[in-house]
């Protein structure tokens, strides 16, 4: 998508590793958020950030941690991978809050075996 | 607790047909509501955003309604097309983030 993109893709990792996804926009927008869509549950809050430095809880916030240390960027880390974890994370931005809509990454698809 | 409820079983509709699409919602009361489209392995695409204040909103083929007595949006597509064929999520907002339903699969077939 247009001004986010995420990466990797793909990820097959081990239980018990660590991981970190990345995001990054051009856009230059305030807010970022982390979800992670599972089949029967939809879109789940992970993580979001409202600002450089910024960040609160959603949801499903245990077992991952974020840091917004530019604009641009807004990582996930998974300090210790559970299998519960395989999961497709999207990450999405929106300049405003009740303006206009979020625009979301393509998505990684993360495996932990 | 807060929930949203979107019908899981797929709509499947003739070409030509208005698609209706349905967005239930319990203990929230949303400042404003968002109709996502999703196509298999990509993001959601951001479709419309309509208010609280607001009763319906158009857009081309696409027409949304939010009745916040009936806690209830719906999801119109007139003259629908195959290529409408997706899975369209509601979500709703009265603070920084959104909260997203499951997500109706539509079929339009020829």
Redesign the interface.
């Known amino acids: 998508d247009a001004g986010i993109t995420q990466s990797p893709r793909h990820k097959v990792t081990e239980t018990g590793t660590p991981v970190t996804l990345r995001c990054h926009q051009t856009e230059n927008h305030r807010y970022m958020y982390w979800y992670r869509q599972d089949p029967g549950h939809g879109l789940r809050l992970i993580h979001y950030s409202y600002g450089v430095k910024d960040t609160d809880k959603g949801e499903v916030s245990d077992g991952y941690s974020v840091s917004r240390s530019k604009t641009e960027d807004f990582l996930l880390t998974l300090e210790s991978a559970t299998s519960s974890q395989t999961s497709v994370y999207f990450c999405a931005i929106s300049a405003d809050v009740g303006g206009d809509g979020y625009t979301f990454g393509s998505g990684t698809r993360l495996t932990v075996v | 607790s807060q929930k949203i409820e979107q019908n899981s079983e797929a709509l499947n509709i003739q070409e030509g047909k208005t698609a209706t699409l349905t967005c239930n919602y319990t203990n929230y009361s949303p400042?404003?509501l968002?109709w996502?489209r999703q196509d298999p392995?990509?993001?959601?695409?951001?479709?419309l955003?309509i208010?609280e204040n607001e009763k319906e909103k158009r857009k081309e083929r696409l027409k949304v309604t939010f009745d916040t007595t009936l806690k209830q949006s719906l999801f119109h597509i007139t003259a629908s097309q195959p290529a409408d064929s997706a899975t369209y999520?509601c979500?709703l907002?009265n603070?920084?983030?959104?909260?997203?339903?499951?997500?109706t699969r539509l079929q339009v077939f020829p």
């Open positions: 400042a404003y968002q996502y392995g990509r993001g959601p695409v951001f479709l955003l208010r999520l979500a907002s603070t920084d983030k959104l909260i997203f339903g499951t997500g």
